[in-house]
C-alpha cells in the first residue's frame, strides 16, 4: 500500500487480488444498502432508509479510494461503516434481523491486511463489540420493531447475502492459492529467460523416461547443442543481445522439436533435447534441420544484424546405463564438432 508510515501495522505486501476483491464487494455492499433503503421505506422506517443512503456515500468513497490506491483509507470507511451499520441496525430492530452477520466478513479481512498481532487485537475487539451487541439485546428492546415476518424477510435477506460474499471469499482464495502453487511450480521447473525446462527438470523427466525405456526398449537419442562463439555476441554487442538470441534460439527450438520430445537449458549457451522412439539416423536428420534454421535467423542489434551458428553432438542412449554416461558420449560428439570447425552435427555411437 502506498503510503503507510514506517510503523503501520497493515501489511505492505497484502496481496493486489485482495485489494481487487475488496472493490467488488465494496460494490455489492452498496448495492444491498440501495436495496435496504427501498425495503426500510417499504417497511415505513425512514431512519433505517436514510441510515442506508449515507452507508451508501460511504462505500462509494470508498470504491474511489481503491480506484485512487489509498487502500487504507478504503478499508477504514468500510470498517465505519459496518460496525456503526451493524450497531443501529440491531439496536433499532433486533438482533434476529441478522445484522451481526457482517461483523464476521472482518475476520479474514484483518489477518489478510494486518500484521498477525494487530490482527489478533483487533479480531478480539471485533468478537467483543459482537458479544456485546449479543448480550444487550438480551436487557433491552429494539427501539424501532418491525413485524416478525419482516424481520425474518431481513434475517433471511442478510444471511443471503454474507452466505455469498463468504463463498466468494472462498473461491478467491482457492485462485488465488491455485495461482501461487501454479506459479511456483513454473519457476521451480522453467528457465527464467528462455522458458525452457531447467536442467533439474530436464534430469527429473529424462530419469523417468529411462526408467521407463530400461522396461521396453526402444531408440532413445539425446542431442547436446551449444551456440558457437556465445562469449563473442556478449562482447562485442553486450550481455542484453545475447539474452535476446538465447531467447530467440530457444523459441526456435520449440518450434522444431516434437510434441513427445522435450529441451531444456543445460547451461550458460547449452541446451540439452531428448528424442524418444528416434535413432541416430532421425535424429541427426533433425539436428541438421535446427543448424540450418539457427544459421539462418538473424537478430536486430543497433546498425547491424547478429547471427548465430550452432554446433550438436548426439548419441543413442544404451539400456541400463546411467544418464551422465549417455550426456558425456554427448558431451564428446558436441566436442568433436567444436573441434571440427564448428556450426556442425556430430554423432557418437552407443
Known sequence: MQGLPPNTPYKRNARPEFWQLSMRCCQLAGSVDVAFFFIFLFLDSPILAWINVISVTMYVCAYRAFKRRRNLLAFRLIQTEV??????????IGWDSGFHYYLLMFVPALFVTMQARSAWILAACLWSYYAGLHVLMWYIEPLQPIPSNALLGVNIFNLTVVFFMFSYLALFYVITVTRAHNSLSQMATTDSLTGLLNRRQMIALTEKLLARHNRRPTNLTLMLMDIDHFKQINDRHGHDVGDRVLTAVSRLFQSLMREQDFIGRWGGEEFLAVLPDTNLEQAA?????????????????????????????????????????????????????????????EAVQA
Open 83 to 92: 460496525l456503526v451499520h451493524v450497531g443501529l441496525g440491531t439496536v433499532l
Open 285 to 345: 536428420e533433425t539436428a541438421e534441420r535446427i543448424r540450418n534454421t539457427i544459421q539462418a535467423m538473424r537478430l536486430d542489434s543497433a546498425d547491424t544484424k547478429v547471427g548465430v551458428t550452432l554446433s550438436i553432438g548426439i548419441t543413442q542412449y544404451r539400456a541400463e546405463e546411467a544418464l551422465s554416461t549417455a550426456i558425456a558420449r554427448a558431451d564428446l560428439a558436441l566436442y568433436k564438432g567444436k573441434s571440427a570447425g564448428r556450426n556442425r552435427v
